[in-house]
C-alpha cells in the first residue's frame, strides 16, 4: 500500500491504548505515540477491524485487501486448523492468525508459546503487521516485540527469513488482484518476477490470489492443510488451470467452501478450497457453503482441472448436464477473439453509415440477441461515442494499422458471433459474411453449410448449462457465461441427425420472424435441439429459459 490516512499510525495507537492492551509499536519496535481520537473513528472489538475501517476505499482496492468478518474466519479456522505451526501469508490486521492461536488453544497450546512460536504471517503493510502483531501480543499477554513469526515481506517472491521450514497448516485471505482492472494489474517487473518462480502458473489473466495457492502448498508439513479464500473465478477461470492440475497432482482437495451470502463488501463471489498435503485415494470433497460455513454434502474430486464447475453447480442452481453428443466444435469449425488492438485499431474507420453508402456493418456484443443482429435497431456505444448504425472503413483501418486490417479482412466470411458475460449462449448468424466484429466477441468460422447447424447446436440448453459449469465462476457474475474462443471449440455437437435438422428449421423461422412473442417457438427449439443431443432432464429447458432474453422481453 502507498497511501494512508493522516496520523494513521497515531490513531491506531490511540485506540490500542483505550482497549487497554500492550504499547502499540512500528514493525521496527518504536513507540508510536498516541494522539486525538476523531469523533468519526468507529472502535470495533479488533484493532485490525478498526484499521480496515480507516483505510480509503481505494487503497483497499489498489492492494486488493478486503478483509474476513471475525465470525467467518474463526468458523474456516476451526475446518482447516489441526496442528501448528501456522501461517497467514498475507496477513493483514491478523484476523485469521489471531483465530488460529484462539483454535491452538483449543487444542491445548499456551496462549503466550503460541504467539511467540506458533504463530507466522507477513504482508507487504507495515501497519497491518504492526497491527497484527499487537493483536496478537494483546490476546496472548505479552509485549508486540515478543511476535517475531509476523514481518513484513512479499512471500510470492521471497519466502521470509526466520520461518519454518514447513507448517501444519497454511491459511488466510490473499489478495484479489484481477488483471482485468487498470489499477490491481501488474507492472512489467513484476510480472517477470513472478514469472521467474512460477513459470507456467502464471498466465496473462492469472489473479496473484491463485498464486497464493502455489506458494502455500510449498509450505505446508506432510498431511498439513491449507484454506485460503479465492475469487470464485479459481473454479472455472482458464488462466487458473495450472493452478487446479497442480493441486489435483501434488496433494488432495478435501474440502470446499462457498459463498455468494455477501459477506465481502463490493458482494464478492468467493471460495476456499481445503487443500490437504498428501495424496488420498479415495478423495471425497466435504462442501460448505454461507457465512456460517454450513456443511452440506460431499461430492467426488473432480479428476480433470478443467471440471472443477462439477463442485459447484448444484450449489448455484446448475441443472445435471447428461446427453449424448457426437464430435465437438472444432471438428467443424475454427474459432478466434481480437483482443485490445483489434478494438482500438477499428477507430478511425468507423463513422454512422450514408443512405446508400456500401460499408461493412460494425457489430458489438451489445448488438447480438439470440438468433438477431440487432444492428441498425438500438444504439450502441464505441469509442466514447454513441452510434446508432456503425459501418467500417476496412481501407482506412488497413492504412492505420496494417496487421489489424489484415485481421479483419479475413474475418470477411460467414461465420457466427457470440457474446460474453450472457446468462445463455446467444449466437447471431453473419451469412453473408460481411460484418465486422469488435472485442469481445468470440467468431466462429464454420464451413458455410455447417453455419446454421452449428447456430443452433450452440443455442441448445444443454450447451449452456455445459458452459455455465465449465466456467463456472469466471465471469463478473456466477449467473454469467464467459467462454474463451478455445473453450468454446470443446463443446459438444449433437448426436441425433433428425432431430438437428428440425431443430435448425425452427431456429430460421426465429431468424425471420417479426412476431414479438415467440415463447412457443424458443421452447420447441429448445425441446428439439435438446432432443437431438439425447438430454433428458426436463429441468434443463425451464432453466433456460427463464435466464433467455427472449424470457426476459415477455416479463416486461
Not at 514481518?151 to 517472491?157: E, I, V
Request: proline share 6%; glycine share 8%.
Amino acid at each position: 500500500m502507498n497511501t494512508f490516512p493522516v496520523h494513521l499510525p497515531q490513531t491506531l495507537a490511540t485506540v490500542a491504548q483505550l482497549k487497554g492492551g500492550p504499547r502499540f509499536l512500528d514493525i521496527h519496535g518504536n513507540v508510536v505515540e498516541t494522539g486525538n481520537l476523531s469523533s468519526k473513528v468507529d472502535q470495533e472489538p479488533l484493532l485490525a477491524e478498526t484499521y480496515e475501517k480507516l483505510l480509503t476505499s481505494r487503497t483497499r482496492k489498489t492492494a486488493g485487501a478486503f478483509y474476513t468478518p471475525l465470525d467467518v474466519a474463526e468458523k474456516l479456522t476451526e475446518v482447516a486448523v489441526l496442528e501448528g505451526p501456522v501461517v497467514d501469508p498475507a496477513c493483514g490486521g491478523g484476523i485469521f492468525l489471531l483465530s488460529a492461536a484462539k483454535r491452538l488453544a483449543a487444542l491445548g497450546g499456551d496462549p503466550k508459546e503460541i504467539a511467540r512460536n506458533q504463530i507466522f504471517g507477513s504482508d507487504i503493510d507495515e501497519w497491518a503487521v504492526a497491527v497484527c502483531r499487537w493483536e496478537l501480543a494483546h490476546w496472548a499477554g505479552i509485549e508486540p516485540e515478543e511476535v517475531q513469526g509476523v514481518t513484513k515481506a512479499d512471500p510470492l517472491t521471497e519466502k521470509p527469513s526466520g520461518w519454518p521450514d514447513q507448517f501444519g497448516a497454511v491459511i488466510g485471505n490473499p489478495p484479489f488482484l484481477s488483471q482485468l482492472h487498470r489499477t490491481t494489474s501488474r507492472t512489467a517487473d513484476r510480472r517477470e518476477e513472478l514469472r521467474s518462480r512460477y513459470g507456467n502458473l502464471l498466465k496473462a489473466y492469472t489473479n496473484e490470489a491463485w498464486l497464493f495457492l502455489a506458494m502455500g502448498l510449498e509450505l505446508l508439513a506432510p498431511q498439513g492443510q491449507m484454506l485460503l479464500i479465492q475469487p470464485l473465478s479459481l473454479i472455472g477461470a482458464r488462466d487458473a488451470s495450472e493452478i487446479r492440475k497442480k493441486i489435483l497432482t501434488e496433494a488432495s482437495l478435501i474440502g470446499l467452501w462457498v459463498d455468494q451470502s455477501t459477506v465481502f463488501i463490493g458482494h464478492t463471489e468467493v471460495c476456499a478450497p481445503i487443500v490437504r498435503n498428501s495424496l488420498i485415494d479415495k478423495k471425497q470433497v466435504v462442501r460448505y457453503t454461507g457465512r456460517t460455513i454450513q456443511e452440506v454434502s460431499s461430492v467426488e474430486q473432480p479428476s480433470d482441472p478443467e471440471d472443477w464447475g462439477g463442485l459447484i453447480a448444484d450449489l448455484i442452481g446448475l441443472p445435471s448436464t447428461e446427453f449424448t453428443g457426437s464430435g465437438q466444435v472444432e471438428h467443424k469449425a475454427t474459432t478466434t477473439a481480437g483482443f485490445r488492438q483489434h478494438f482500438y485499431g477499428l477507430v478511425p474507420g468507423v463513422s454512422e453509415q450514408k443512405e446508400e453508402e456500401i460499408k461493412h456493418p460494425l457489430i458489438t456484443t451489445a448488438m447480438v440477441d439470440p438468433f438477431n443482429c440487432l444492428w441498425g435497431q438500438k444504439s450502441v456505444q464505441f469509442d466514447g461515442k454513441k452510434w446508432e448504425r456503425p459501418v467500417v472503413d476496412l481501407k482506412l483501418v488497413a492504412e492505420s494499422d496494417k496487421a489489424v486490417g489484415e485481421w479483419m479482412r479475413k474475418r470477411q466470411r460467414p461465420k457466427l458471433l457470440i457474446s460474453t458475460q450472457t446468462k445463455v449462449i446467444e449466437v447471431v448468424v453473419d451469412e453473408k459474411g460481411d460484418w465486422v466484429p469488435l472485442t469481445p466477441l468470440i467468431i466462429v468460422e464454420p464451413q458455410e453449410e455447417d453455419l446454421w447447424a452449428l447456430a443452433a447446436s450452440l443455442s441448445s440448453p444443454i450447451v449452456s448449462a455445459l458452459a455455465a459449469r465449465q466456467t463456472a465462476g469466471a465471469a463478473r457474475s456466477v449467473s454469467r457465461i464467459t467462454l474463451s474462443a478455445r473453450q468454446l471449440l470443446n463443446l459438444p455437437l449433437p448426436s441425433d441427425k433428425q432431430a438437428l435438422n428440425e431443430a435448425i428449421e425452427i431456429a430460421q423461422f426465429i431468424h425471420k420472424s417479426s412476431d414479438q412473442n415467440l415463447k412457443k417457438s424458443w421452447l420447441l427449439f429448445g425441446e428439439t435441439i435438446n432432443r437431438a443431443y439425447g438430454a433428458k432432464n426436463e429441468d434443463l429447458i425451464s432453466w433456460w429459459w427463464n435466464r433467455h432474453p427472449e424470457a426476459r422481453k415477455q416479463n416486461k
